[in-house]
């Protein structure tokens, strides 16, 4: 009985629970709702508005839907206008409210500037008939304002600002000055100054045509008419001008011509006259009206050739590299690669090369970029430091090709290299950045680790101190400690971090000779380690560690079987096993 009475009180819960949001919480949204609307001071939805007009006093206009997203002016002039703002204007209408009725059934409408109102809005809906809206006169008290419904004597005090719905034709009008689509052109022409040159798209691929064809860089492109598309009309002066003289128009300061789609339509700016502080007269060619644009755009007009020059150095796959040449003051610097996909050093001398610089350097290479291309009358390379060049990379690229980058002076301000590419006249700046990572020293360059081995190979491991030695062997996958104590098992990680820095010894320099009677601690060494490979325990390796270097954190060392003294750091000895300890706290 008492499972019963539990059951049908779970299942009275339920049902109170399931009434209160399947009716009672509906019904109280829909009662908020109804408020809202009940504040409302009109109701419509934007989509269904087909046309409406915004009558002042001084002036009508009046705004027609094309489709969705599409608006025309049809007074005081015929032109497209600016769906965002038309956009905005209705949405701030359909959300206007009211805070109070004023007066039910006003007699005198003027008390409230409402019998010549400031504004009428008159709203074309779709299926529904018109509805008009007045406004009249600001509160004296706030920024309120008088408002009428058309077909109703309530005055009401509406709490948006007249600058909210107190719109221009200035405002309403589309101001693009050119409207097209980046992907749609395939031609640009400009005309400035008495010169000429064009940008023409094949197959994807642009090309500056000027006194020959050369290639364009497509993201310089892609720039240019990205900019030009963003530009506004700051004023629409005249739409339909007697004369085009008076504003230069007859003979322009400039001109830019888009082509657009397969069969190439013009869309043509004409650039007139400067006004002062302003900006320039302009129109566009096939239209009637004059306008006025800001300063920029001609900026943005006045473009090159050179400005579309490619930017990026070289173009290459790295695979197709065989040889790296570098000159510098410091000499020459001479890179092959080999069958397996290493690099070797021929010059200044033969050397095993590190395969990862080599491949920086290369990443480094197609990533690189102009920063931009000096414009000068003066085609002179020693002005630029470049009759005789200060640095020289070259890149064969198999199949006798070749290309060659030559840098020659710093700039003014030492953060930029003037350079040019061999067979090219253009003087071009590369940045002080991008210069230092394809100028590589040889010490860079070169594979500076001091052992090469399998760490997987290694089967005996020596660490000899001056007062002891210890020695590990693997059998299968497990160490043990022969010398100087019998361990059976020792814990994987101990031989396994001596092989780990080991195989990643790297010397710091080469110390050069002559070392005159000093042997760096060579005759008293503070450890030598060996490890050997294979069944036949063959010796892989040998690293003699010598005397401590003054101030430094770095030791003097040599391996067996070549003839470099070289400096190591310090944490080689830190990572080796000093004494038992390491091997009993298991």
Avoid: C
Avoid at 169 to 181: A, P, T, V
Avoid at 206 to 230: G, H, N, Q
């Amino acid at each position: 009985m008492k499972f019963k009475g539990t059951v049908w009180m779970a299942a009275a819960f339920l049902g109170i629970a399931l009434y209160y949001y399947l009716v009672d919480v509906p019904a109280e949204k829909k009662q908020i709702e109804e408020k809202e609307r009940a504040g409302k001071i009109l109701l419509f939805e934007t989509d269904r508005v087909e046309e409406f007009i915004l009558g002042k006093k001084d002036s009508t206009l009046h705004l027609k839907r094309k489709s969705t997203n599409d608006w025309v002016l049809l007074e005081p002039v015929q032109a497209k206008a600016d769906a965002d703002t038309v956009s905005s204007f209705l949405s701030s209408l359909k959300a206007a409210s009211f805070s109070r009725v004023v007066e039910d059934s006003a007699k005198d409408l003027s008390a409230y500037g409402l019998k010549d109102p400031s504004i009428k809005i008159t709203l074309q809906l779709q299926e529904q008939g018109k509805k008009t809206l007045l406004i009249g006169d600001d509160h004296p008290m706030n920024k309120y304002l008088y408002v009428k419904r058309g077909d109703e004597n309530k005055v009401l005090l509406a709490g948006d600002s007249r600058g909210v719905l107190d719109k221009s034709l200035f405002d309403f009008r589309d101001k693009d000055l050119l409207r097209f689509k980046d992907e749609e052109v395939v031609g640009i022409k400009f005309q400035n100054d008495g010169q000429s040159f064009e940008l023409s798209k094949k197959n994807e691929r642009w090309e500056i045509i000027d006194s020959e064809k050369t290639k364009a860089d497509a993201y310089e492109v892609k720039r240019f008419l990205s900019l030009v598309r963003k530009f506004k009309v700051k004023k629409f002066l005249d739409e339909n001008p007697e004369s085009l003289a008076s504003y230069g128009l007859d003979t322009p300061l400039a001109q830019l011509t888009l082509e657009i789609g397969k069969e190439g339509q013009a869309l043509t700016l004409l650039v007139g006259n400067k006004v002062e502080n302003e900006g320039y007269y302009g129109k566009i060619k096939n239209a009637n009206n004059v306008v006025l644009f800001g300063f920029q755009l001609v900026k943005t007009l006045s473009q090159k050739p050179v400005d579309f020059m490619p930017k990026t150095l070289l173009e290459f796959e790295q695979e197709n590299v065989a040889r790296i040449h570098l000159q510098t003051s410091e000499g020459k610097i001479l890179l092959t690669r080999n069958k397996a996909g290493g690099w070797k050093i021929i010059e200044p001398i033969e050397a095993s090369a590190d395969l990862s610089t080599v491949n920086s350097l290369l990443f480094d290479l197609k990533a690189a970029r102009v920063q931009e291309f000096v414009k000068t009358s003066k085609n002179k390379p020693e002005l630029f430091g470049l009759d005789t060049a200060k640095k020289v990379l070259t890149v064969d690229l198999g199949d006798d090709k070749s290309w060659t980058l030559e840098l020659g002076n710093k700039s003014g301000d030492g953060q930029k290299y003037f350079g040019r590419r061999a067979g090219e006249a253009l003087i071009f700046t590369l940045s002080l950045d991008a210069t230092d990572k394809l100028f590589r020293s040889l010490h860079d360059l070169k594979n500076k680790k001091l052992l090469n081995f399998e760490k997987t190979a290694v089967q005996k491991i020596s660490v000899e101190y001056p007062d002891q030695t210890f020695e590990l062997e693997k059998s299968n996958e497990n160490w043990s400690l022969t010398k100087p104590e019998k361990i059976k098992t020792v814990e994987a990680f101990i031989g396994k971090d001596i092989l780990w820095s080991l195989n990643g010894l790297e010397y710091e320099s080469i110390v050069e000779p002559p070392f005159e009677d000093n042997d760096f601690g060579m005759s008293d060494p503070k450890a030598i380690v060996t490890i050997w490979t294979g069944d036949d325990l063959k010796m892989a390796g040998k690293v003699i560690v010598g005397e401590k270097i003054e101030n430094k954190a770095e030791y003097y060392a040599r391996v067996e079987g070549d003839s470099n003294l070289y400096r190591i750091k310090a944490r080689l000895l830190e990572s080796l096993p000093g004494d038992m300890k390491k091997f009993k706290n298991q």
